[in-house]
């Protein structure tokens, strides 16, 4: 299986794509991320590129709320767990590293789904940016700048 590779400005600053024909792999705001996916890739545009692209951008820009393209994550059972409750969040709507850890069904581990969060490879569409701090503070972004989990949130809830 062949990866395409490509990169995207957006308002978050460069983003790097990675699918193959049929689904998304990744989305990273780290130009090296496609060096560390152990696949052959090339960089030219499939259609699925271009359906991302266009997709992400309408996201951007308020024209859609949710997404159809077709996502693969690899990860431990635990990621996995943590990954699937966080397309359950809403859009517009938070919750907290706590309750991410009672749904997957481990109270104590808030830390643990703090690096799930931040081992996301398809931040963004895997809504990440949605959790935050018991406290109400935002908390760290997918090992990013918290500046763009703030961009996004306020995308999705405008005061």
Not at 59 to 79: A, M, Y
Not at 97 to 104: F, G, P
Not at 148 to 156: C, D, P, Q, Y
Request: proline content about 5%.
């Amino acid at each position: 299986m062949q990866l395409c590779v490509n990169e995207m400005d957006s308002p978050l600053g460069k983003l790097y794509l990675g699918v193959t024909e049929n689904v998304v792999r990744y989305i990273s705001y780290d130009e090296a991320t496609f060096l560390q996916v152990g696949m052959d890739f090339r960089t030219e545009e499939n259609e699925l590129m271009r359906r991302l692209k266009d997709e992400l951008s309408a996201f951007f820009i308020g024209e859609i709320n949710s997404f159809t393209v077709p996502l693969e994550v690899r990860g431990t059972d635990f990621q996995m767990k943590v990954w699937q409750s966080l397309q359950q969040i809403p859009y517009g709507a938070v919750v907290s590293y706590k309750d991410i850890a009672e749904w997957v069904g481990s109270p104590k581990a808030v830390r643990a789904v703090g690096q799930a969060n931040r081992a996301n490879p398809i931040p963004i569409i895997i809504p990440c940016h949605r959790v935050i701090q018991a406290g109400g503070k935002l908390g760290g972004y997918n090992g990013s700048d918290v500046d763009r989990k703030r961009w996004l949130l306020n995308r999705e809830m405008p005061f």
